[in-house]
Structure formats: C-alpha cells, structure tokens
C-alpha cells in the first residue's frame, strides 16, 4: 500500500510563499489537490513521470508551480503570491498511469492557512 506524505503548510501572510512536499516514488504522477472548508475538492496541479506539468485552476497559474526532484523521490508545490482564498487542505495523490487518472492514492493532507 502506497503512503504519501505532504508536509510544508502553515500560516503565511498574503502575498507570501510557501513550498509544500509530497514523498513519492518516482514512477506515480503526483497531483496536488486542495479542499477548502465547505467547497468541493480541486485539482491545483499535477505532474507526470516525465516531467509533464498540468495546472488546472486559472486562480494559480504563474504563482504555483509544481516540480518533482527525483533523486529525491519528492514532489514540490511551490505557492508564490498567496492569497486568502488559497487558505485548504492540500492533498498529494499519487496515481500509477498519468495526470488524468484516478488518483488511487492519497495522503493525508496539510493546512495551509493564508490571513494577516
């Protein structure tokens, strides 16, 4: 049974940056999906065994990027210009073909929490 575990959220201040981390073998795509309280669950973006990248909300495409350094089996969402309504859980899941698969995998989530 695959376990992926996020880590690096927090309490920042809007305009500020965080870089979350997802423990991940290199052969999964890894997405990055939050949920905020009350709203359904989004994809934020995910990445495939190649390398490919897919962003999927329009509210964070130029200020999150996703990465993934192998050697180090991790997988990065890194959040530049945060805003209040970034304030989730953040999941990473992991899925064993590509980006627009089921996501079978999923760990338990980290807050990130954007207020002054």
């Known amino acids: 049974q695959l376990q992926l575990v996020e880590s690096g959220g927090g309490l920042v201040q809007p305009g500020g940056s965080l870089r979350l981390s997802c423990a991940a073998p290199?052969?999964?795509?890894i997405g990055w999906f939050r949920q905020a309280p009350g709203k359904e669950r989004e994809g934020v973006s995910c990445?495939?065994?190649?390398?490919?990248?897919?962003t999927w909300p329009d509210s964070v495409r130029g200020r999150f990027t996703i990465s993934r350094d192998n050697a180090e089996n991790t997988v990065y969402l890194q959040m530049n210009s945060l805003k209040v309504e970034d304030t989730a859980v953040y999941y990473c899941a992991a899925d064993s073909i590509s980006c627009r698969g089921d996501f079978d995998y999923w760990g338990q989530g980290t807050q990130v929490t954007v207020s002054s």
């Open positions: 990445i495939d065994t190649n390398g490919g990248t897919t």
């Open positions: 290199n052969y999964f795509a």
